[in-house]
């Protein structure tokens, strides 16, 4: 299997000019960029994937680490196309946060897209399903141990700010 490559960034999201391969160590003071979407339907659900069992079989939002070239925005482009079978690239995209949490830097976006679950092409190597949820259900899979509390955090840091 061919290994990514990948670029790294300096703790303030700038480029360094340094890669890595997916698997590789990085060194300190380097960080990988890790893009993620959330992607919020008109009835305010929002869109989460699981994963196969060898990569956890987690729910999970969708997003990944750009290829190395890729701007984030062309990253998490890239990883809605790959992993669901859609492009939004001529969808309104936000930015709603971006930091580094000292192992990878991270640009968190927003995209509202109304589709049915049978209008997805789920990449079948990397995810078992997508499906929407509401945050109620959501908050009740945190309570069923389903799902992590980041993962529904992540939808609400959204929606708070684009009420703002």
Same mark, same amino acid.
């Given at each position: &299997? =061919? ?10 999201? =700038? ?20 893009? &993620? ?5 008109? =009835? ?12 956890? $079989?987690?729910? $999970?939002?969708?997003? $990944? ?13 890239? #990883?809605?196309? @790959? *992993?669901? $079978?859609i492009d939004i690239s001529n969808n309104e ?14 640009? &968190? ?6 589709? #049915?679950? #049978? ?5 079948? *190597? @990397? ?9 109620? #259900?959501?908050?009740? &899979?945190? @309570? ?12 609400? =840091? ?7």
């Open positions: &299997m =061919k290994k990514e490559k990948r670029d790294l960034y300096d703790k303030d999201l =700038k480029l360094t000019g340094l890669t890595y391969y997916k698997g590789d160590s990085i060194p300190e003071g380097y960080y990988p960029m890790v893009v &993620m979407i959330a992607i919020e339907n008109s =009835k305010g659900q929002f869109l989460m994937q699981k994963r196969v069992p060898r990569k956890g $079989g987690d729910y $999970g939002v969708t997003g $990944g680490h750009p290829k190395s070239g890729e701007t984030p925005y062309e990253g998490i482009i890239t #990883e809605v196309k @790959e *992993e669901l $079978g995209i936000i930015e709603f946060a971006r930091g580094c949490d000292g192992k990878d830097c991270f640009i &968190m976006y927003y995209t509202k897209l109304d589709l #049915e679950i #049978e209008d997805f092409t789920i990449q079948e *190597e @990397e995810l078992t399903e997508v499906k929407w949820f509401s945050i109620e #259900e959501l908050n009740a &899979m945190v @309570e069923e141990k389903i799902l992590n509390q980041d993962q529904v955090d992540f939808f609400l =840091k959204c929606k708070n700010y684009l009420n703002k």
